[in-house]
């Protein structure tokens, strides 16, 4: 499926380590406008952990954004019972529709596998692009990142 300069495609193992660094860069730079320094470089360190990126990988349904040269540049996790685990795009592709075309791909999936409601928890950063595509803030919350408790927003959308 071609989406302008990019195609969505189901991620496979040979993505990972590419996926590792677009999380960690991604953090570092756009959510750095939101996050303090130790905050940022915390969440960062969570992509240093490749077996539970593995395991997470086997649970999720994971998409990614490649370029025509198989630059990745973004990716989206959901799960089987409407459970949107990650959205991230690199931070020289923002604002191009990457996040969009990536998320109505995960929204899609579980849609059509019968959920009637995606549920997440975002970052201060993500939550007004995902109050804009429709979903609802339920709660504003702390969740601990590797070592620090960091404020993000448990939200909904209802199909």
Same mark, same amino acid.
């Given at each position: 499926?071609?989406?302008?300069?990019?195609?969505?495609?189901?991620?496979?193992?040979?993505?990972?380590?590419?996926?590792?660094?677009?999380?960690?860069?991604?953090?570092?730079?756009?959510?750095?406008?939101?996050?303090?320094?130790?905050?940022?470089?915390?969440?960062?360190?969570?992509?240093?952990?490749?077996?539970?990126?593995?395991?997470?990988?086997?649970?999720?349904?994971?998409?990614?954004?490649?370029?025509?040269?198989?630059?990745?540049?973004?990716?989206?996790?959901?799960?089987?019972?409407?459970? $949107?685990?990650?959205?991230?795009?690199?931070?020289?592709?923002?604002? *191009?529709?990457? !996040?969009? +075309? /990536? %998320?109505?791909?995960?929204?899609?999936?579980?849609?059509?596998?019968?959920?009637?409601?995606?549920?997440?928890?975002?970052?201060?950063?993500?939550?007004?692009? $995902?109050?804009?595509?429709?979903?609802?803030?339920?709660?504003?919350? *702390?969740?601990? !990142?590797? +070592? /620090? %408790?960091?404020?993000?927003?448990?939200?909904?959308?209802?199909?």
């Amino acid at each position: 499926m071609a989406e302008n300069n990019y195609s969505i495609l189901p991620a496979c193992g040979d993505d990972l380590p590419r996926m590792r660094e677009l999380f960690r860069q991604t953090v570092r730079t756009v959510n750095r406008r939101d996050y303090t320094v130790a905050e940022v470089a915390d969440w960062a360190s969570c992509a240093d952990d490749e077996v539970r990126w593995r395991c997470w990988m086997a649970e999720y349904h994971v998409f990614v954004a490649a370029d025509c040269r198989g630059g990745l540049l973004g990716y989206v996790a959901i799960s089987d019972a409407g459970v $949107l685990h990650s959205l991230f795009v690199h931070s020289d592709y923002q604002g *191009q529709g990457i !996040a969009t +075309c /990536l %998320l109505e791909r995960a929204e899609a999936t579980a849609f059509a596998a019968g959920v009637g409601r995606i549920v997440s928890e975002v970052s201060l950063t993500a939550r007004p692009f $995902l109050e804009g595509r429709g979903d609802r803030t339920v709660e504003r919350q *702390q969740r601990k !990142a590797r +070592c /620090l %408790l960091l404020t993000n927003f448990r939200m909904e959308k209802i199909r």
